[in-house]
């Protein structure tokens, strides 16, 4: 998985994708890789996980090897206009900025394209061995993958046409770039990763790398019956709702492709020491 040139991290709400993105980038960076880790949506997740209060979109040194940044839509696509279109500064146009910020917000796919575009840019021009974007989620990721072939569409021709297929080429290019869907073994969060599998395989958006399983519990390795021969109290009743959970998370596992599993990490933990868990475990997935 870490041999790409770009992974785009993807997950419901709530499953831990902004601590397997850190964990990603923590683990090539551990392995001498050189590593630009980016916030594409939100810029406190990701940088909780990182140990820093916060991420900008001037790139921010984490440890040696990996950097890490934020999209912000307007400083991306002011970057956008004038490296890649010859456009001054947006700030510099007067009345003609608010067209440009009216246009990013209103016409579809220009948000996004700005967003994922940055992250492209990246992995494609930038001085990394590795490009890890924690990404939207699985709601959001569809649109952000269709965007530099909406663009397309709607430009036509020019230089905007050109720079959207050399996206759409970089995202479609398996050897480059992957997606990695970060799950829990629950009904809801298994029901959206696997109609995520199945919009972008039909569409051909990007090819999946993984399907990760976070908070898998292991089995409790006691036979039933010596879990009834238990004096009734807490260590039955911790029992009894172990098993009890392990066997719906096992239900919820059988409907998903094999993948890394993240074993569900007991006590407290602060997010960084969650991220650099995950990222000496991922060694042993």
Do not use: C
């Not at 970057?79 to 990013?104: H, M, N, S, T």
């Not at 993984?210 to 021969?229: M, Y």
């Not at 066997?247 to 991220?275: C, K, M, N, S």
């Amino acid at each position: 998985m870490l041999d790409k040139r770009l992974l785009i991290i993807t997950g419901k709400g709530g499953v831990g994708r902004s601590a397997v993105s850190a964990a990603l980038a923590l683990r090539a960076a551990h392995e001498g890789k050189k590593v630009l880790a980016i916030a594409m949506t939100d810029d406190t997740g990701l940088a909780a996980h990182l140990g820093v209060d916060r991420l900008d979109y001037a790139q921010t040194r984490i440890q040696p090897g990996l950097q890490a940044m934020a999209i912000q839509r307007p400083a991306a696509l002011n970057e956008y206009l004038r490296v890649q279109l010859g456009v001054p500064r947006v700030a510099q146009l007067g009345p003609v900025a608010r067209a440009f910020d009216a246009v990013a917000s209103t016409a579809p796919g220009i948000r996004e394209v700005i967003t994922i575009g940055k992250v492209l840019y990246e992995a494609r021009s930038g001085p990394w061995d590795l490009v890890v974007a924690d990404g939207p989620p699985t709601g959001q990721i569809g649109s952000h993958l269709r965007a530099p072939t909406t663009v397309a569409r709607l430009v036509g021709t020019g230089r905007v046409l050109d720079q959207t297929e050399w996206m759409s080429h970089l995202l479609a290019d398996d050897s480059a770039t992957g997606m990695v869907i970060v799950t829990i073994p629950e009904e809801l969060p298994v029901t959206e990763t696997l109609q995520s599998l199945e919009d972008v395989r039909e569409e051909g958006l990007v090819t999946t790398t993984a399907v990760v399983v976070n908070r898998a519990l292991p089995a409790l390795g006691i036979e039933t019956d010596d879990i009834d021969r238990l004096e009734d109290g807490s260590a039955k009743e911790a029992a009894l709702l172990h098993v009890a959970l392990y066997e719906e998370q096992q239900r919820w596992l059988r409907d998903l492709p094999d993948g890394p599993q993240i074993p569900y990490l007991f006590g407290l933990h602060t997010p960084p020491e969650v991220a650099e868990r995950i990222a000496d475990l991922w060694r042993l997935l």
